[in-house]
């Protein structure tokens, strides 16, 4: 990294677009959290307890003196031990990193957006020593880092968020089918999509998601372009998740009936999201980060009476 690259000297960081094309993301999410949202969470689960809850399996990074070395004897695997107040509250960012994510035409692309959301996220809730983990997926599940207090987890998961690419179709409900019985404990679960995948398979499945008593958070994060429409020349869209089918079509004809489609699409989902108690954050890639981050605080301070 440039050292006169700094927050005094960036001047643009209203601008997703220009923050997003720094392409140092570390960098990026410390200096949102740190730079306006740093003191503003307090975790709604975490208590002073620190009695012993559980073992869990080592993973590279754990601290050493966590290891329960009898438990480990007996079983020749390496155990760590959690306690309460490490395991309270466990977040797990879940990014789609599916075909329509990688949509951008005059804005970063929403995988590169909601890369960055995540990562500032991840910095935010590391700094409150919260467990955080992330997960990535398109029709399948690309990625899992099980959720970690641990200052290094941080690292882990810039890794992988930088590693990944957006990929194939999306199946929401196939994740949550298969993330829901391997979660035994209650967790805080931040998915962030454009949620482009059949409404009532997602409405179902938010619904099983809810019934478990997990905390869940939908961030939609949609290009301007697909709110708007604003093809004014015949153009060629293309499928971006798998296909690579093409079609030429006159924007004239199809406005009407897209912006229609799509305004039912989008309180279909706000529906959904109410009627399974699902908080819902939808965004356009224009949207500052740092104003995103601050109303999700905002919005989970009032509902759960986080202290200030």
């Given at each position: 990294?440039?050292?006169?690259?700094?927050?005094?000297?960036?001047?643009?960081?209203?601008?997703?677009?220009?923050?997003?094309?720094?392409?140092?993301?570390?960098?990026?999410?410390?200096?949102?959290?740190?730079?306006?949202?740093h003191g503003q969470h307090a975790s709604p689960l975490k208590g002073?307890?620190?009695?012993?809850?559980?073992?869990?399996?080592?993973?590279?990074?754990?601290?050493?003196?966590?290891?329960?070395?009898?438990?480990?004897?007996?079983?020749?695997?390496?155990?760590?031990?959690?306690?309460?107040?490490?395991?309270?509250?466990?977040?797990?960012?879940?990014?789609?990193?599916?075909?329509?994510?990688?949509?951008?035409?005059?804005?970063?692309?929403?995988?590169?957006?909601?890369?960055v959301l995540a990562a500032a996220l991840g910095y935010l809730l590391t700094m409150q020593r919260d467990a955080v983990g992330l997960i990535t997926f398109d029709h399948e599940l690309r990625d899992r880092f099980e959720p970690s207090a641990h200052p290094k987890s941080f690292q882990q998961i810039l890794s992988m968020l930088s590693g990944r690419t957006p990929g194939q179709e999306t199946s929401l409900s196939k994740l949550f089918l298969n993330l829901l019985p391997t979660l035994k404990r209650r967790s805080l679960l931040i998915l962030i999509s454009d949620f482009f995948d059949s409404l009532e398979s997602l409405k179902s499945v938010l619904q099983q998601v809810r019934k478990q008593q997990h905390d869940l958070l939908l961030i939609q994060v949609i290009a301007p372009e697909e709110e708007e429409f604003p093809f004014e020349k015949p153009t060629l869209f293309q499928d971006l998740e798998g296909t690579g089918r093409r079609v030429l079509v006159d924007p004239h004809r199809l406005r009407r009936v897209y912006l229609e489609q799509f305004q039912t699409f989008q309180q279909g989902l706000r529906e959904g999201a109410a009627n399974a108690g699902c908080d819902l954050i939808q965004l356009k890639t224009t949207d500052s980060f740092q104003e995103t981050i601050g109303m999700h605080l905002r919005n989970r301070q009032r509902r759960t009476k986080w202290p200030t």
């Open positions: 990294m440039s050292a006169s690259l700094t927050p005094e000297t960036f001047t643009a960081w209203d601008d997703p677009t220009a923050i997003v094309r720094l392409g140092h993301l570390e960098f990026v999410a410390r200096t949102l959290v740190e730079g306006g949202m002073t307890s620190v009695q012993f809850a559980e073992h869990r399996p080592y993973s590279p990074g754990d601290e050493v003196r966590h290891i329960d070395w009898r438990a480990s004897g007996k079983t020749g695997r390496y155990f760590v031990k959690e306690f309460e107040e490490e395991t309270n509250l466990r977040t797990y960012l879940i990014v789609d990193s599916s075909g329509s994510m990688g949509y951008g035409e005059r804005t970063a692309t929403k995988f590169e957006y909601a890369r």
